[in-house]
């Protein structure tokens, strides 16, 4: 699905990340974990294809194309989907015509025929209740005046919506009490299947009870400093990142 | 003779042939009125960027080549009207031609008691002494030439008079054609519309090009709003390139009434605009808004001037401008609040889009307080689309043009927002977005 090799990203100058590799499978998910600023976000945008992020050498390989070489709006009609750690406000754009113009230039550049307002409508009300978002949360602004939690939820709607095959989620779990946390694990799970992927960037433990992880992997310096199944996000719950730090400083040397 | 006088003089030759001719010539108030603004204009002249509110616009396009009034008669084609037609708009229809009523073409059947809708020139020749005291009542001082021109002109246009507690259920729209009579004419339509008390009416001024020829569209409303009387009243003005309009919008309110005013400059005409409002007694509420496209080489000047001349009066004021290409905008927005306008409550703001570095915006939102207890305040932006919000739509899947004539349309949509009735707002939002399109596939993405 997605196939990272060597990456190396600067912003601004500042070298970023480090020669990251990466491999995710079809089906698989695999959580991200790290301490701040260690490049996680970059990655996730890198991956998303926003400007401001300079690629000095490696590739990036989605369904088997250079993904870096694909404009970011082919990128999301090929199925790639970016769930923002930040959710930007816009207003004046409703939630429903940024979702129809999105779902229906997918259809297009897959060859589909758009889908008619009726059937849209109906796709977008069965997917606000996997979120149990209101029907009236469609036609506000993107979103404007939601709350933090509202935000990550239409996050998540969104992605339930353009149904992407690989999902990257940057820390979508951040700031949500419980019963949120539930309801986003919930519309993840809803999506997974034997041909979807999940990229989690998350900090806690949490958030992979409710959605397990294939693989677990730390990004510490710009790099993937280590790589394990769940029990890794375990530890790393308990003793912190300070041991992975060490072990990958010597790896390294 | 100087410059200005001479810009100014063949329109002063125009008016001195054919003032025995112009509607209720003879009736003494009316005489001397337009003697009076005759004069006016032949002593200032046309205006030059030399006046401090003419400093950004230039009328050099204008006084390249004389304008000849145009002369009553001249017909709008049906079929042009038809295609005008504001889809689902439910409104009773004045169609003018070149500034001049034309019955066969409008719509005015049913019309409740109490309400008078007639062209101005008939009202005058009927009955015209209370035409001519309430005439220049809403405009006071004579701000510039052109509207000098249009008062010494003064002839035909709209008149709709509301008798006190009428609600209108259904918008009255003014068509303007331009244009009609062919290449270079100019058209001075004068529309007086007066609302008893408590009474609740609705009115749309639109202003269209017939053809691609030039013209001079010189238009002047006065709008006299008497106790408790609410007018929600929107200016289209969407016409054609080598059309020059020159746009006044004169108000005053007494107590308690309630002006909404919102002007949509959409077209690629050269647009001067001058509103004036006059909060005259208590509570008087103003909302004054615009929105303006100024794209290709186009040029939008909206110059607007709220008094705040009593107490407890509110003032609303939003317009938001889009520019592209080498489009160029002004705006100037004064708010005075005279001596003892006590708890006056004002709020401003201009904001302005660029899509383009050729692109040129002057904003000077302006302040003048003279009481103590008062509530103001205004301010101006100008800025760039949301980079972190174009990639937010781009990253679901929509195309770079689409995402930016979506958050165009979306800036554009707060001052749209407000306008009644929803046909003539969806009309509006889609002549907005056709335009911006329009704008799109002339310039490369950058
Ligand atoms: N647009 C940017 N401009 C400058 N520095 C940036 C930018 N984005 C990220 N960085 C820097 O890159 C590093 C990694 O940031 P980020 O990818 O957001 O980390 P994480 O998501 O793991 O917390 C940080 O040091 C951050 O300050
Ligand atoms: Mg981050």
Same mark, same amino acid.
Request: aromatic share 6%; net charge negative; proline share 4%.
């Given at each position: ?86 959710? &930007? ?111 989690? &960037? ?9 959605? &397990? ?41 | ?19 025995? +001719? ?20 032949? +002593?200032?002249? @046309? ?58 073409? $409008? ?33 006071? +001082? ?70 691609? +020829? ?56 050269? *647009? ?27 040029? *939008? ?35 005075? *609040? ?68 979506? @958050? ?34 002339? *310039? $490369?993405?950058?």
């Amino acid at each position: 699905m997605l196939k990272i090799s060597d990456l190396k990203v600067t912003v601004d100058g500042k070298a970023i990340l480090n020669g990251l590799d990466l491999d995710v499978g079809p089906g698989e998910v695999h959580a991200i974990m790290g301490p701040n600023g260690s490049g996680k976000s970059t990655l996730a945008n890198v991956i998303a294809g926003r400007d401001g992020y300079e690629v000095t050498s490696g590739s990036v390989a989605f369904m088997g194309n250079d993904l870096l070489s694909m404009a970011p709006e082919n990128r999301a009609r090929e199925g790639v989907f970016l769930a923002f750690q930040y959710p &930007v406000e816009i207003p004046g754009v409703a939630n429903i015509a940024l979702l129809k113009e999105g779902l229906n230039a997918a259809r297009r550049h897959r060859g589909e025929p758009e889908l008619d307002a009726l059937d849209f409508l109906k796709l977008v009300r069965e997917k606000l209740r996997l979120v149990e978002m209101k029907e009236e949360f469609l036609y506000r602004s993107v979103n404007e005046g939601f709350s933090g939690g509202e935000k990550k939820r239409n996050e998540i709607f969104q992605m339930a919506v353009l149904e992407p095959r690989l999902a990257v989620l940057d820390e979508t779990d951040s700031g949500l009490d419980i019963d949120a946390l539930k309801i986003v694990a919930g519309g993840v799970n809803a999506l997974r299947s034997e041909e979807r992927s999940v990229i989690l &960037v998350t900090h806690y433990q949490r958030l992979l009870d409710y959605i &397990v992880p294939d693989r677990v992997h730390v990004l510490a310096g710009g790099r993937i400093v280590r790589s394990g199944d769940k029990q890794l996000a375990r530890d790393l719950e308990e003793r912190g990142y300070g041991w992975i730090d060490s072990s990958a400083g010597a790896a390294t040397a | 003779m100087s410059a200005m006088e001479g810009h100014a003089a063949p329109y002063v030759e125009a008016q001195q042939g054919q003032a025995g +001719e112009l509607p209720a010539a003879g009736i003494a108030a009316l005489d001397r009125s337009r003697a009076k603004a005759l004069e006016a204009l032949g +002593e200032r002249g @046309l205006p030059s960027q030399r006046d401090e509110d003419w400093k950004y616009t230039s009328i050099k396009p204008i006084t390249r080549s004389r304008f000849s009034p145009a002369a009553p008669g001249t017909d709008c084609p049906e079929d042009f009207v038809a295609a005008a037609a504001i889809e689902n708009l439910d409104a009773w229809q004045l169609v003018f031609a070149d500034g001049f009523y034309l019955p066969p073409r $409008s719509k005015t059947n049913g019309l409740p008691e109490g309400v008078r809708v007639a062209g101005l020139a008939d009202a005058l020749t009927q009955n015209p002494q209370p035409i001519a005291d309430r005439l220049g009542s809403a405009m006071g +001082e004579i701000p510039h030439g052109f509207a000098a021109m249009n008062s010494a002109f003064v002839g035909d246009g709209a008149l709709v008079e509301i008798a006190p507690g009428v609600q209108l259920e259904k918008p009255i729209e003014l068509l303007f054609v331009s244009g009609c009579s062919g290449e270079g004419f100019l058209s001075l339509p004068r529309n007086l519309v007066i609302l008893g008390e408590g009474s609740q009416a609705s009115v749309i001024e639109r202003h269209l090009s017939f053809s691609q +020829e030039r013209s001079l569209s010189n238009s002047l409303t006065e709008i006299i709003l008497e106790k408790a009387a609410a007018l929600d009243f929107c200016c289209v003005q969407d016409q054609a390139e080598r059309t020059f309009h020159v746009g006044g919008l004169f108000a005053r309110l007494a107590q308690s009434a309630k002006l909404k005013a919102t002007t949509v400059t959409v077209g690629r005409a050269w *647009v001067r605009n001058d509103a004036r409002v006059n909060l005259d007694a208590e509570r008087a509420l103003v909302s004054l808004d615009g929105a303006y496209l100024a794209f290709g080489r186009s040029h *939008v000047d909206n110059h607007t001037h709220i008094s705040h001349n009593a107490p407890e009066c509110t003032s609303r004021e939003c317009y938001k401008g889009v520019l592209g290409d080498r489009g160029h905008a002004v705006f100037h927005g004064r708010i005075v *609040v005279q001596p003892g306008a006590q708890q006056t409550d004002s709020e401003q703001s201009n904001q302005n889009l660029l899509l383009s570095a050729n692109a040129e915006i002057d904003t000077k939102p302006q302040l003048e307080i003279y009481a103590d207890d008062v509530k103001c305040a205004h301010g101006a932006t100008v800025g760039q689309l949301d980079e972190a919000a174009l990639f937010y739509l781009v990253s679901r899947g929509v195309d770079r043009e689409t995402a930016r004539r979506m @958050l165009t349309q979306a800036f554009a949509a707060e001052v749209l927002e407000g306008v009644e009735p929803p046909a003539l707002q969806t009309y509006l939002a889609s002549r907005v977005s056709g335009q911006l399109s329009s704008a799109a596939a002339q *310039v $490369s993405a950058p």
